[in-house]
Nanobody, 124 residues
Framework: QVQLVESGGGSVQAGGSLRLSCAASGITYIKSYCMAWFRQTPGAEREGIAA???????TFADSVKGRFTISTDSANKTLYLQMNSLKSEDTATYYC?????????????????WGQGTEVTVSS
């Protein structure tokens, strides 16, 4: 079965950077999946922020365009989110997600597999 484990969260000052990782197990070839990152704050809906498909096509939420980069490492079966120029409003719990197929959206309801989350705090 597919398991996703996030890491790399922490506390940083505004303007700083973090790289989140999501290690996938139970997957033969990571590029057979749509992989994505979501984030959530208490009491709010889970927000899709970035996704990457089999052909390397990417989708970003307007709130993170130009600041975040999503990528995969096929050999290590790992999904990454490079976060630069962090803002206080980026503070949230970040989750990686996956579903079979290359067609990606930022709709949480379309994803079958989820990690447990990693917390990011950005202070001004």
């Amino acid at each position: 079965q597919v398991q996703l484990v996030e890491s790399g969260g922490g506390s940083v000052q505004a303007g700083g950077s973090l790289r989140l990782s999501c290690a996938a197990s139970g997957i033969t070839y990571i590029k057979s999946y749509c992989m994505a990152w979501f984030r959530q704050t208490p009491g709010a809906e889970r927000e899709g922020i970035a996704a990457i498909g089999a052909y390397g096509s990417t989708t970003f939420a307007d709130s993170v365009k130009g600041r975040f980069t999503i990528s995969t490492d096929s050999a290590n079966k790992t999904l990454y989110l490079q976060m630069n120029s962090l803002k206080s409003e980026d503070t949230a719990t970040y989750y990686c997600a996956a579903r079979i197929g290359a067609s990606c959206t930022l709709s949480a309801g379309t994803f079958f597999f989820w990690g447990q989350g990693t917390e990011v705090t950005v202070s001004s």
